[in-house]
Structures are given as structure tokens and as C-alpha cells.
């Protein structure tokens, strides 16, 4: 079967839309607010609660992804069913800060109606039956999280933890509900899968890069503060430009392959990869933000942590994709991660600052590396 026979749905999105766009920008908000949360309790139980608030989040999101890609909203129905998509990950959003404790229930229902327009609109398209299959998960989990915003106490994480396992993990330890046979039932469009997810990714940036800009301690521009605040917007350049130097031959690696493969590859490397990838932005901008308010002091082993930790787990989830899709070879990246890991006693026993200098180096290296003409990968995908 050639590759135009596979994309010939006509129902499928070629390139992602306007509305889409403004989509992203509303749940870039998420990351936002997962930062904030993570600034304010980076500990580990701050960091298992922004990972179920993410995980839980994340999937829906793709989902979104997935669901204009199979029904591109172009018409006004469509579009207007979108937006109330939207209102229900801006309620989400909002909820953040104290969805553990006060507004749990608020972040319920705008999760309800993230689930209910998803499946909605998505009965519309040629995969409802895949669709049906996991409607009965995704609404359990809405309720499970209505259920927490109700109650206070360890029943809160409790019932959290068992809506994301709910929803990501049930249907498919279930006999006869394998990923195999509901991957089957999409047919992506590569293109706009692979677009849709750059700029959700280009979003991000720019947004973390804003956050920065706006939290810099503008009684104290300094010199030492001038420096950090330009530090701090080269590393989201330097991972931008590892980002999409590894992802270029990905929708040539998905355009080549069969639907169910197809499926198969983006839900690893677009549900699961970018979670890790972006699970590592949220981690480095709470570093940064250290970093750009104390440039000239350590900034401690907990914010360290979060700068080296996340710009390590970017570049693993870079390395996991890489290794997916075979579009490239991996050591560089495995072997940078481990190379800023190692830093982190650099921020929090030296200077802050420093830190960041280090790392920026290290990825600066081996972006030039991996721009020799002897290091540059050879996309070698297989279906």
C-alpha cells in the first residue's frame, strides 16, 4: 500500500488550523500554573502532584490532538464546540494552585466538560468505535477527580492517582482492550500530527520565556541580573533548537508507516515522550526562575535539581523518540544529560548563575557536535 493510499481519508486534517492554535495558547496556561505549583512546593510531594495534575491533563490534550486530526474543526459547529473544549481547560487551569485543596471540584467539571466535548465531537469521525470503547475510562476519571474536589484528607492523592490510572492505563490491561486493536481504528494524518505537536512545543517556550522576563526582580536590574535574564532565555533556545533538530524526520518516519504502526508510534512518542519532554520544561523553568532571581547566590540542591533534572529529562525523552522512530542516533543526547545531571552541585554549593552557564555549554556542544557533517543522523525508520 503506498503512502498517499493511506492518507486518503478525506476526513483528516492536513495542517493544523487557526482555532487549533488558539487552543494551545489557552492550554499553555497549564504549564504555567504547573511551574507556579512547582515553585511553590518543589519537594517531592509538590512534584508528584504536578505530575498527576500533568498526567491527567496531558492525555486529554492529545486526545484533542488525535480529535482534530481526525475531525478538523473547520466548521462553525465544529469550531464553536472547540472553544468549549477550551473553557473547560481554562477552568482546569485556573484550578491548579489548590486542586489538592480548595478547588478540586472546580477542577472537576472543567475536566468533565474537556471529556464530554472530546467524545462529542470525536462520534463524529471514523474511529467512534475505538472512541466508544475508552468513553466509559475517560468519564470515570472526570468523576473520580469531581469525587476528590468533594472530600479532603488522603482520599484526595488517593482518588487522583486512580482517575490518572483510570484513564491512561486501564483500558489497556483489560483482555480484549489492547492498544494494538484500538490503534487500529485511527488513521493519522502525519503532517498535521507532527505540526500540531511543534507548536504546542513553540508555545511553551515562548510562554516559559515570558514567565521569566516578567519575574525578574526589576528593583535589582543589575548587571549580574542583565546576564542571567539573557542565560535564561539561551537555554530554551538551545533546547528549541535540539527539539526541532531531532523531530524534523519524524513525519517522514510516521508518513511511511502502516495506520496501526502509525498509531502505535504516536502514542509513544506524541502521549508519552512529549510528557516527559514537557514534564522537563515545566522542571527547568521552576529552575530558571531561581536562577534569574538570585543570579549571583547558589540556588540550592532542590532548585539544582530542577534545572539539571529537567533539561536532562527533555533530552531523554528527545533520545527515547529518536530511538522509536529510528530518525537518529542517541549517545549525544544520553551522554549530555548525564554531563548536566552532573552539575547540579555547581548551583548549589558554587553560584546559580554558573550553573546555568554550565549547562547552556554542554547543550551548545553537543548541538555543534551533532552538526558535523560526520555526526549528523540519518533517518533510518522502519515501519
Given at each position: 500500500?503506498?503512502?498517499?493510499?493511506?492518507?486518503?481519508?478525506?476526513?483528516?486534517?492536513?495542517?493544523?488550523?487557526?482555532?487549533?492554535?488558539?487552543?494551545?495558547?489557552?492550554?499553555?496556561?497549564?504549564?504555567?500554573?504547573?511551574?507556579?505549583?512547582?515553585?511553590?512546593?518543589?519537594?517531592?510531594?509538590?512534584?508528584?502532584?504536578?505530575?498527576?495534575?500533568?498526567?491527567?491533563?496531558?492525555?486529554?490534550?492529545?486526545?484533542?490532538?488525535?480529535?482534530?486530526?481526525?475531525?478538523?474543526?473547520?466548521?462553525?459547529?465544529?469550531?464553536?464546540?472547540?472553544?468549549?473544549?477550551?473553557?473547560?481547560?481554562?477552568?482546569?487551569?485556573?484550578?491548579?494552585?489548590?486542586?489538592?485543596?480548595?478547588?478540586?471540584?472546580?477542577?472537576?467539571?472543567?475536566?468533565?466538560?474537556?471529556?464530554?466535548?472530546?467524545?462529542?465531537?470525536?462520534?463524529?469521525?471514523?474511529?467512534?468505535?475505538?472512541?466508544?470503547?475508552?468513553?466509559?475510562?475517560?468519564?470515570?476519571?472526570?468523576?473520580?477527580?469531581?469525587?476528590?474536589?468533594?472530600?479532603?484528607?488522603?482520599?484526595?492523592?488517593?482518588?487522583?492517582?486512580?482517575?490518572?490510572?483510570?484513564?491512561?492505563?486501564?483500558?489497556?490491561?483489560?483482555?480484549?482492550?489492547?492498544?494494538?486493536?484500538?490503534?487500529?481504528?485511527?488513521?493519522?494524518r502525519a503532517p498535521h500530527f507532527v505540526e500540531r505537536h511543534s507548536l504546542l512545543v513553540i508555545v511553551t517556550f515562548g510562554e516559559t520565556v515570558v514567565a521569566i522576563g516578567m519575574g525578574a526582580p526589576h528593583e535589582d536590574l543589575g548587571l549580574g541580573t542583565a546576564l542571567a535574564v539573557v542565560m535564561a532565555l539561551a537555554l530554551p533556545a538551545a533546547l528549541w533548537w535540539t527539539y526541532f533538530t531531532d523531530t524534523g524526520p519524524d513525519e517522514a518516519a510516521l508518513h511511511d508507516a502502516d495506520h496501526g504502526t502509525r498509531s502505535r508510534y504516536a502514542a509513544r512518542v506524541y502521549i508519552v515522550a512529549h510528557f516527559v519532554l514537557l514534564?522537563?520544561?515545566?522542571?527547568?523553568?521552576?529552575?530558571?526562575?531561581?536562577?534569574?532571581?538570585?543570579?549571583?547566590?547558589?540556588?540550592?540542591?532542590?532548585?539544582?535539581?530542577?534545572?539539571?533534572?529537567?533539561?536532562?529529562?527533555?533530552?531523554?525523552?528527545?533520545?527515547?523518540?529518536?530511538?522509536?522512530?529510528?530518525?537518529?542516533?542517541?549517545?549525544?543526547?544520553?551522554?549530555?544529560?548525564?554531563?548536566?545531571?552532573?552539575?547540579?552541585?555547581?548551583?548549589?554549593?558554587?553560584?546559580?548563575?554558573?550553573?546555568?552557564?554550565?549547562?547552556?555549554?554542554?547543550?551548545?556542544?553537543?548541538?555543534?557536535?551533532?552538526?558535523?557533517?560526520?555526526?549528523?543522523?540519518?533517518?533510518?525508520?522502519?515501519?
Amino acid at each position: 500500500m503506498t503512502p498517499a493510499r493511506r492518507d486518503s481519508d478525506p476526513e483528516t486534517a492536513d495542517r493544523a488550523t487557526p482555532v487549533e492554535v488558539f487552543f494551545d495558547l489557552v492550554f499553555v496556561l497549564t504549564i504555567t500554573q504547573l511551574v507556579a505549583l512547582l515553585e511553590e512546593h518543589l519537594n517531592w510531594i509538590g512534584l508528584a502532584r504536578v505530575i498527576l495534575i500533568f498526567g491527567l491533563l496531558w492525555y486529554l490534550y492529545s486526545g484533542y490532538a488525535w480529535l482534530t486530526n481526525h475531525v478538523p474543526p473547520r466548521t462553525a459547529t465544529r469550531k464553536l464546540l472547540i472553544f468549549a473544549g477550551m473553557a473547560g481547560f481554562l477552568l482546569t487551569a485556573v484550578a491548579i494552585p489548590d486542586a489538592f485543596t480548595g478547588s478540586g471540584l472546580l477542577f472537576g467539571i472543567g475536566y468533565l466538560i474537556v471529556v464530554t466535548v472530546h467524545l462529542g465531537l470525536f462520534s463524529q469521525s471514523t474511529a467512534r468505535a475505538a472512541v466508544r470503547r475508552l468513553a466509559p475510562y475517560n468519564l470515570g476519571a472526570a468523576l473520580l477527580i469531581i469525587a476528590a474536589g468533594l472530600v479532603t484528607g488522603p482520599a484526595v492523592p488517593a482518588l487522583w492517582a486512580a482517575a490518572v490510572f483510570t484513564q491512561t492505563a486501564l483500558p489497556y490491561l483489560l483482555p480484549g482492550h489492547s492498544w494494538l486493536s484500538a490503534a487500529a481504528s485511527f488513521h493519522l494524518r502525519a503532517p498535521h500530527f507532527v505540526e500540531r505537536h511543534s507548536l504546542l512545543v513553540i508555545v511553551t517556550f515562548g510562554e516559559t520565556v515570558v514567565a521569566i522576563g516578567m519575574g525578574a526582580p526589576h528593583e535589582d536590574l543589575g548587571l549580574g541580573t542583565a546576564l542571567a535574564v539573557v542565560m535564561a532565555l539561551a537555554l530554551p533556545a538551545a533546547l528549541w533548537w535540539t527539539y526541532f533538530t531531532d523531530t524534523g524526520p519524524d513525519e517522514a518516519a510516521l508518513h511511511d508507516a502502516d495506520h496501526g504502526t502509525r498509531s502505535r508510534y504516536a502514542a509513544r512518542v506524541y502521549i508519552v515522550a512529549h510528557f516527559v519532554l514537557l514534564l522537563g520544561v515545566i522542571a527547568t523553568a521552576t529552575g530558571l526562575h531561581a536562577v534569574v532571581s538570585h543570579p549571583d547566590e547558589t540556588s540550592g540542591w532542590a532548585n539544582s535539581l530542577a534545572l539539571s533534572g529537567g533539561v536532562a529529562l527533555f533530552l531523554l525523552a528527545i533520545a527515547d523518540a529518536r530511538r522509536i522512530l529510528g530518525t537518529g542516533r542517541r549517545p549525544g543526547r544520553l551522554i549530555t544529560a548525564a554531563l548536566v545531571l552532573a552539575t547540579i552541585p555547581l548551583g548549589a554549593l558554587v553560584s546559580a548563575a554558573l550553573h546555568l552557564a554550565v549547562v547552556i555549554v554542554l547543550l551548545t556542544g553537543m548541538l555543534l557536535i551533532d552538526g558535523h557533517p560526520r555526526a549528523r543522523p540519518v533517518s533510518v525508520a522502519r515501519t
